[in-house]
């Protein structure tokens, strides 16, 4: 005869008597538990396969093209120094504030050098605000040499100090080793007052910027590092003196880039018929101006504009917030 039994390791325990002896076999139990989640994958597998189906048929509806980009092409932009001020809508407070952080305590009483550091999401304007104030009259009658270095990633340090020579015309020809570059800065701003903007840091490892802060240190006192950076942890790293947390645009500062852009060119009557449309779409940017920017670059949303076509319904459709919801996320997370 046999008697069975569960075990705490969820086993049925089956003890078979034969002959006056007992054996004891251990059978493994299929848990309920285990059908059950194995059935919520399968439902979720099969929620996935139709979310890629919808997004195919979008795909073809938008008229939207499979691009692959070479290592190349994926390389970040360059930025520069130089902007068109009367695109700029909607930071003349936090530029005030900047502006006074680069000027306040110049005198005895001030640090050798200070870093300030612009920190949020991508897209949001660091980069601008920090334009709009390195070509600020002040600042520029403030300080004996402004330089503008983009960082961007990987941190370089070789590529930042040849930059940082470049911008003070000094020969980088014989120079080739980090050591003689950081060697050539140093001597090059020594004593002088300066304005050195890092722009679109990412690296969070101290010791990259530690072989390069040496070289600075040597700047007449009021000097300043000015850095924009999408992560706190980079403005903490560089030993911040000063974080500026930037904030996303008000709508209506959203919706003037928006229009200037999209209505350019374009004729008074149209301009009026399709400003609700354009204010529409400039409110779902969620105050990041590189979205409202970045989006009159899609054939598809120029093609619809270009054709009167873009019916406030579609504005207020789920398909149109889930776009742009994971276009902003890209950029958040830096995939744009």
């Known amino acids: ?56 048929k979008e795909k073809a509806m938008y008229g939207f093209e499979l691009y692959r980009a070479t290592d190349h092409e994926l390389q970040r932009l360059t930025s520069t120094s130089l902007v068109d001020e009367s695109s700029v809508c909607g930071r003349d407070d936090e530029k005030k504030i900047v502006v006074s952080k680069l000027l306040a305590g110049s005198g005895q009483e001030a640090r050798d050098m200070e870093v300030i550091s612009l920190v949020g999401l991508g897209g949001i304007g660091k980069t601008t605000l920090a334009q709009l104030v390195f070509n600020d009259s002040e600042v520029a009658t403030h300080f004996q040499e402004k330089i503008w270095v983009c960082v961007s990633e990987p941190f370089d340090g070789v590529r930042i100090a ?8 000094v020969s980088t020809s014989n120079l080739v080793e980090l050591q003689s570059l950081l060697q050539s800065v140093s001597q090059s701003i020594n004593g002088k007052r300066v304005l050195l903007v890092l722009d679109d840091v990412w690296t969070e490892d101290h010791r990259l910027w530690e072989q390069l802060k040496p070289s600075l240190v040597g ?38 880039i928006f229009n200037h852009m999209a209505f350019l060119d374009r004729s008074k009557e149209e301009c009026e018929r399709l400003e609700d449309i354009g204010n529409n779409i400039a409110n779902k940017c969620k105050g990041l101006p590189l979205v409202a920017k970045l989006l009159l670059k899609l054939p ?20 149109f917030h889930y776009f742009l919801s994971h276009f902003i996320f890209s950029l958040k997370f830096g995939t744009l």
Not at 300 to 319: E, G, K, T, V, Y
Request: aromatic share 6%; charged share 25%.
């Open 1 to 56: 005869m046999g008697r069975g039994k569960v075990n705490g390791l969820g086993c049925v325990l089956v003890v078979i008597v034969k002959g006056g002896e007992a054996e004891t076999f251990s059978f493994a139990c299929v848990c309920l538990n285990q059908v059950v989640q194995c059935r919520d994958i399968a439902l979720k597998i099969k929620a996935v396969s139709e979310k890629l189906d919808d997004i195919a």
């Open 162 to 169: 040849k930059a940082i020579l470049e911008h003070l015309k």
């Open 219 to 256: 700047c007449a006192r009021g000097s300043r590092i000015l850095v924009t950076a999408r992560k706190g942890a980079v403005a903490m790293m560089m030993g911040t003196n000063h974080r500026i947390d930037i904030e996303t645009l008000y709508d209506d500062a959203c919706r003037s």
């Open 300 to 319: 598809a949303l120029i093609f619809m504009l270009a054709r009167q076509s873009f019916h406030l319904n579609f504005m207020f459709s789920p398909d």
